[in-house]
């Protein structure tokens, strides 16, 4: 079993910076991809970034330029540094992570006020 801890969620002003972290515990051979969905309310869950095992990066359009995902594989964690926040990034942010079996971690709030 494989659990996932995020962290690093809060409320932030527009332009404002947040970095989130999701740290992966218990039974790991090996991680493929790690990667950040959100889920605004009334929406459904859409993705926002993806890193792969050889550390190759994808983003949604929509956060390109803005948002960086890096990952530490000795320490089987994967990061979303947030820059030039928008409120429309508000939302649940998920941490995804492929062993190849998927798992989900619980979710981190994110607010960010206009």
């Known amino acids: 079993q494989v659990q996932l801890v995020e962290s690093g969620g809060g409320l932030v002003q527009a332009g404002g910076s947040l970095r989130l972290s999701c740290a992966a515990s218990?039974?790991?051979?090996?991680?493929?991809?790690m990667g950040w969905y959100r889920q605004a309310p009334g929406k459904q869950r859409e993705f926002v970034a993806i890193i792969t095992s050889g550390g190759k990066p994808n983003y949604a359009d929509s956060v390109k330029g803005r948002f960086t995902i890096v990952r530490d594989n000795a320490k089987k964690t994967v990061y979303l540094q947030m820059n030039s926040l928008k409120p429309e990034d508000t939302a649940v942010y998920y941490c995804r992570v492929t062993t190849p079996k998927e798992y989900w971690g619980q979710g981190t709030q994110v607010t960010v006020s206009s």
């Open positions: 218990g039974s790991i051979f090996s991680i493929n991809a």
